[in-house]
């Protein structure tokens, strides 16, 4: 488990990237108690439902053993045979169970968090060996709930044990003179139903604990207002850079603008705020706008113009209208077609008759 530490400053919750980064070195919520829960309820599975096939699975060799002991061969071969044949036999037996055992020590672990391989814990820290910190985890609030755990379960397991075991007080102190065979059912029927009420008690302990657990970890994830904004820097970029970046994008945005305001048909202006700058050629499905722009931007625009002889008409709503309705290098919209068609079509009158009287 981390360290524990001054999080008085820190107020914020943890963003995803943080969580991801904690889950990365491997600090994740981590219940003990979750863990036992599975293995004890795993050995309780194992008891009820192999005790009988593993004691068969022992009983049979060793029974074997005994009746044909005369045939052992003492020699070394021959021991290290029969310890061979021995150990196949138990491996036979409790291979299945011991495979359930460790499933449940793996899954009291999944359902927690996912596998994490990290060596992060691994690496030397002054923390570990620091009076400080080691008299903060004897005395922080994790030993302190250690403690309380430790005594609510002695209690607990205490308090079941002896509800159990009382109402068989008597049967019990009757069981040395039982027979092996009937003491043995006897007891194996017993500690199944202790084991069952264990992990019953257990169950309210795990879950509790891995909830204060969780508590903690996620109050440990928590962020500062600073960390916070240094994080919005490395993952979204500095406001200032991008401020820069927004600048150069509309200066190049303006200057493409400007190489083609003299390619333009017309210029449709409010003489005092906007121009739109509009290219349209025979067998164009519409008038296309290669510029536009307010104040400064269009008294540019227009001075260009006029510099190419490019026609500047003024038309205040429809100024307004194509500024507010249309993007550089898209059609115009369609509502806006008949007002554009008499601009340029007065526009293109205007070029044929100034043709006309140059011949």
Known sequence: MADESDTSDKTEDPTQKRLDEALERGDVVKSQELNTWFIIAGATLVLSTFSGSIGGGILVPMR??????????????????????????VIAAIGVPLLLLALAAIAGNMVQHRLV????????????ISPASGAKRIFGKQAAANFAKGIFKITALGAVMAAILWPDRHRLESMVRLDPTALLSTTTGLTQHLMGAVVAMLAVVAIGDYLFQYRQWFERQKMSVQEMKEEFKQSEGDPHVKGRIR????????????????????????????SVALSYERG????????KGVDQVALKIREVAREHDVPVVENVPLARALYATVDIDEEIPVEHYHAVAEVIGYVMGLKRSLSGRRH
């Open 64 to 89: 074997n053993l005994i009746a044909n002991s005369w045939m052992i061969r003492s020699d070394g071969p021959g021991l290290l045979a029969l310890a061979q044949s021995l150990e196949y036999a």
């Open 117 to 128: 391989w990290s060596g992060e814990a691994l690496k030397p820290k002054f923390s570990k």
């Open 247 to 274: 600048q150069l994008r509309n200066a190049r945005m303006k200057k493409r603008m400007m190489a083609a305001v003299p390619k333009a048909s017309v210029i449709i202006t409010n003489p005092t705020h906007y």
């Open 284 to 291: 164009m499905s519409a008038p296309i706008c290669v510029a």
